[in-house]
């Protein structure tokens, strides 16, 4: 049914708008992160140490970066 389809986008766009805001408002000195704070899978271990205070798995950090650039 496309109004169903259509309102699930709609939600979509608004899960994303408060996952930007939420990115944004942790501090940049936060220690990293063991879970990504949008899916909850673990971050490797590589990432945590490479990015300090990385708060999201790479997958979601490619979501959000291609959302902020829009
Ligand atoms: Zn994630």
Redesign the pocket.
């Known amino acids: 049914m496309p109004d169903e389809i259509d309102r699930a986008q709609v939600f979509n766009e608004q899960c994303l708008d408060a996952m930007i805001t939420r990115s944004r408002l942790r501090p940049a000195s936060a220690p990293s992160l063991y879970f990504?704070q949008?899916?909850y899978?673990a971050i490797p271990d590589e990432r945590r140490h490479a990015l300090p205070g990385v708060t999201?798995?790479a997958?979601?950090q490619l979501i959000l970066e291609r959302r902020a650039n829009q």
């Open positions: 990504c949008f899916c899978l999201t798995c997958r979601c």
